[in-house]
């Protein structure tokens, strides 16, 4: 990091702190080359930024942690960033979101305890194979 570019990410950490708006404004300029990815990364997460975040986490276990908010992230941006993982880290962070899907159905829909057993049994069955046929559409 050059000695210029540290009051930049020192402004950069502030408002990301503060208005994360304009620290997404800073990051989408595309400037900032040398600073710490990863401290910029937990202040994206930590702001509600989760796309920032996820094009800053290099480690799988943040990147899972993170997807999960889908909610929050532009869906046309996630499928570029699933399109920038590798197949087996892609297939990861599919099987997470899926379960997370798949549990909030399960919770909302089936109220009873006994039927929410034989669900999640009959879930899992159907996560395999809706996973297979997407994978089977995403390659071709």
Same mark, same amino acid.
């Given at each position: 990091?050059?000695?210029?570019?540290?009051?930049?990410?020192?402004?950069?950490?502030?408002?990301?702190?503060?208005?994360?708006?304009?620290?997404?404004?800073?990051?989408?300029?595309?400037?900032?080359?040398?600073?710490?990815?990863?401290?910029?990364?937990? &202040?994206? /997460?930590?702001? $509600?930024?989760?796309?920032?975040?996820?094009?800053?986490?290099?480690?799988? =276990?943040?990147? +899972?942690? !993170?997807?999960?908010?889908?909610?929050?992230?532009?869906?046309?941006? &996630?499928? /570029?960033?699933? $399109?920038?993982?590798?197949?087996?880290?892609?297939?990861?962070?599919?099987? =997470?979101?899926? +379960?997370? !899907?798949?549990?909030?159905?399960?919770?909302?829909?089936?109220?009873?305890?006994?039927?929410?057993?034989?669900?999640?049994?009959?879930?899992?069955?159907?996560?395999?194979?809706?996973?297979?046929?997407?994978?089977?559409?995403?390659?071709?």
């Amino acid at each position: 990091m050059t000695h210029q570019s540290l009051p930049v990410l020192q402004l950069l950490e502030i408002n990301l702190v503060t208005n994360p708006q304009v620290a997404d404004a800073i990051l989408a300029n595309g400037t900032l080359t040398h600073y710490d990815r990863p401290r910029i990364a937990q &202040l994206c /997460e930590k702001a $509600g930024l989760y796309m920032r975040a996820l094009q800053h986490y290099t480690d799988l =276990v943040d990147i +899972k942690r !993170v997807i999960v908010n889908t909610h929050a992230i532009d869906p046309q941006s &996630l499928v /570029e960033f699933y $399109g920038s993982l590798s197949a087996e880290w892609a297939l990861d962070c599919l099987q =997470v979101t899926q +379960k997370l !899907v798949w549990m909030s159905v399960i919770v909302c829909c089936v109220p009873d305890g006994v039927h929410r057993i034989a669900a999640l049994c009959c879930t899992a069955a159907f996560m395999c194979l809706d996973l297979f046929w997407w994978c089977g559409v995403w390659l071709l």
